[in-house]
Nanobody, 117 residues
Protein backbone atom coordinates (compact mmCIF):
# COMPACT_ATOMS: atom_id res chain seq x y z
CA UNK A 1 0.00 0.00 0.00
CA UNK A 2 1.06 3.56 -0.73
CA UNK A 3 -0.27 6.62 1.03
CA UNK A 4 0.00 10.10 -0.47
CA UNK A 5 -0.55 13.35 1.41
CA UNK A 6 -0.63 16.69 -0.43
CA UNK A 7 -0.01 20.09 1.06
CA UNK A 8 0.64 23.65 -0.04
CA UNK A 9 -2.60 24.64 -1.70
CA UNK A 10 -4.24 27.98 -1.12
CA UNK A 11 -5.49 31.21 -2.63
CA UNK A 12 -2.96 33.15 -4.71
CA UNK A 13 -3.41 36.23 -6.87
CA UNK A 14 -2.86 36.00 -10.61
CA UNK A 15 0.84 36.13 -11.42
CA UNK A 16 1.79 34.73 -8.04
CA UNK A 17 3.58 31.54 -7.06
CA UNK A 18 2.84 28.49 -4.97
CA UNK A 19 4.61 25.22 -4.20
CA UNK A 20 2.72 22.00 -3.71
CA UNK A 21 4.19 19.05 -1.87
CA UNK A 22 3.22 15.39 -1.80
CA UNK A 23 4.74 12.96 0.67
CA UNK A 24 4.57 9.25 -0.11
CA UNK A 25 4.77 6.54 2.49
CA UNK A 26 4.27 2.81 2.73
CA UNK A 27 5.47 0.36 0.09
CA UNK A 28 7.11 2.84 -2.29
CA UNK A 29 9.81 0.57 -3.75
CA UNK A 30 7.98 -0.13 -7.02
CA UNK A 31 6.83 3.41 -7.75
CA UNK A 32 7.98 4.32 -11.26
CA UNK A 33 6.32 7.68 -11.76
CA UNK A 34 4.90 10.38 -9.55
CA UNK A 35 2.92 13.31 -10.80
CA UNK A 36 0.28 15.93 -10.36
CA UNK A 37 -3.18 16.03 -11.87
CA UNK A 38 -5.83 18.68 -11.51
CA UNK A 39 -9.57 18.87 -11.82
CA UNK A 40 -11.46 22.12 -12.28
CA UNK A 41 -15.19 22.36 -11.56
CA UNK A 42 -17.19 20.55 -14.21
CA UNK A 43 -14.10 19.30 -16.02
CA UNK A 44 -12.21 15.98 -16.15
CA UNK A 45 -9.04 15.28 -14.24
CA UNK A 46 -6.01 16.07 -16.40
CA UNK A 47 -2.27 15.58 -16.12
CA UNK A 48 -0.32 18.64 -15.04
CA UNK A 49 3.18 17.22 -14.70
CA UNK A 50 4.90 13.92 -14.00
CA UNK A 51 8.39 12.73 -13.24
CA UNK A 52 9.90 9.27 -13.31
CA UNK A 53 12.31 7.75 -10.83
CA UNK A 54 14.96 8.01 -13.54
CA UNK A 55 14.49 11.76 -13.87
CA UNK A 56 12.30 12.10 -16.96
CA UNK A 57 9.63 14.80 -16.86
CA UNK A 58 6.42 15.49 -18.73
CA UNK A 59 4.27 18.62 -18.66
CA UNK A 60 0.92 19.66 -19.98
CA UNK A 61 1.29 22.30 -22.69
CA UNK A 62 -0.73 24.74 -20.61
CA UNK A 63 1.85 24.79 -17.81
CA UNK A 64 5.14 24.48 -19.69
CA UNK A 65 7.51 27.24 -18.72
CA UNK A 66 5.50 28.08 -15.61
CA UNK A 67 5.47 24.91 -13.50
CA UNK A 68 8.37 22.72 -12.44
CA UNK A 69 8.09 19.23 -11.00
CA UNK A 70 10.82 17.69 -8.87
CA UNK A 71 11.32 14.80 -6.50
CA UNK A 72 13.29 14.30 -3.31
CA UNK A 73 13.92 10.56 -3.20
CA UNK A 74 15.34 10.66 0.31
CA UNK A 75 12.16 12.22 1.66
CA UNK A 76 9.86 10.32 -0.75
CA UNK A 77 8.30 13.62 -1.68
CA UNK A 78 7.34 15.18 -5.01
CA UNK A 79 6.95 18.91 -5.50
CA UNK A 80 5.22 21.17 -7.97
CA UNK A 81 6.58 24.69 -8.13
CA UNK A 82 3.98 26.89 -9.77
CA UNK A 83 4.64 30.42 -10.97
CA UNK A 84 2.84 32.99 -13.12
CA UNK A 85 -0.42 31.52 -11.93
CA UNK A 86 -3.56 32.20 -13.92
CA UNK A 87 -7.25 31.97 -13.03
CA UNK A 88 -7.39 28.97 -15.37
CA UNK A 89 -5.08 27.13 -12.96
CA UNK A 90 -7.81 27.07 -10.33
CA UNK A 91 -8.51 23.43 -9.51
CA UNK A 92 -8.10 20.68 -7.01
CA UNK A 93 -4.62 19.27 -7.46
CA UNK A 94 -4.10 15.55 -6.87
CA UNK A 95 -0.85 13.73 -6.28
CA UNK A 96 -0.41 10.44 -8.11
CA UNK A 97 1.99 7.53 -7.76
CA UNK A 98 2.18 4.87 -10.47
CA UNK A 99 3.46 1.36 -9.92
CA UNK A 100 4.20 0.18 -13.45
CA UNK A 101 5.00 -3.44 -12.64
CA UNK A 102 1.57 -3.92 -11.10
CA UNK A 103 -0.36 -1.39 -13.17
CA UNK A 104 -1.52 0.34 -10.00
CA UNK A 105 -2.16 3.98 -9.25
CA UNK A 106 -2.46 5.64 -5.86
CA UNK A 107 -3.99 9.04 -5.28
CA UNK A 108 -3.89 11.69 -2.64
CA UNK A 109 -7.05 13.37 -1.43
CA UNK A 110 -6.24 16.62 -3.24
CA UNK A 111 -5.36 20.18 -2.34
CA UNK A 112 -7.24 23.21 -3.61
CA UNK A 113 -5.51 25.98 -5.55
CA UNK A 114 -7.56 29.10 -6.20
CA UNK A 115 -6.43 31.95 -8.45
CA UNK A 116 -9.07 34.67 -8.59
CA UNK A 117 -9.47 36.80 -11.68
Amino acid sequence: QVQLVESGGGLVQAGGSLRLSCAASGNIFNINVMGWFRQAPGKPRDLVAATSTTGDTNYADSVKGRFTISMDNAKKTVYLQMSSLKPEDTAVYYCNAHLGIYGLDYWGKGTLVTVPS
